[in-house]
């Protein structure tokens, strides 16, 4: 089963048919300003860098036993944080990026 064809088959029949449930999804703002926030922090390199170094900084009131789950207290306040962690765990944001470790390593070289 070529199941990357069968989704993206899948996907033009929800969105050809005009979906209601496309339609409800169109029409949250806080989600699709989510997604502008998303998309200008991943086209610029600066702003993917430092998102990154504030996540790992403030990812620390959220780490339970070396993973991020049942999200309590003040950060419920992110609410699309607690309805994914209500159900299951996130994996920290590692220490040091992939480019820092990368750097660390050709150094040693």
């Known amino acids: 089963i070529d199941i990357p064809r069968l989704l993206l088959h899948l996907r033009g029949e929800i969105t050809e048919n005009g ?5 409800q999804v169109k029409k949250r703002t806080s989600e ?5 926030v998303w998309r200008i922090t991943m ?3 600066w702003l993917y860098k430092l998102s990154a170094r504030l996540g790992r900084l403030f990812q ?4 339970r036993d070396g993973k991020i789950g049942e999200v309590k207290g003040i950060a419920r306040l992110a609410t699309p944080l607690t309805a994914w962690t209500s ?3 996130l994996r920290p944001v590692e220490r040091q990026s992939f480019r820092d470790v990368w750097r660390a390593s050709l150094r040693k070289s």
């Open 19 to 23: 979906s209601t449930a496309v339609a």
């Open 43 to 45: 086209t610029r390199p």
């Open 87 to 89: 159900d299951r765990d």
């Open 60 to 63: 620390g009131v959220l780490i």
């Open 32 to 36: 699709r300003a989510a997604f502008k």
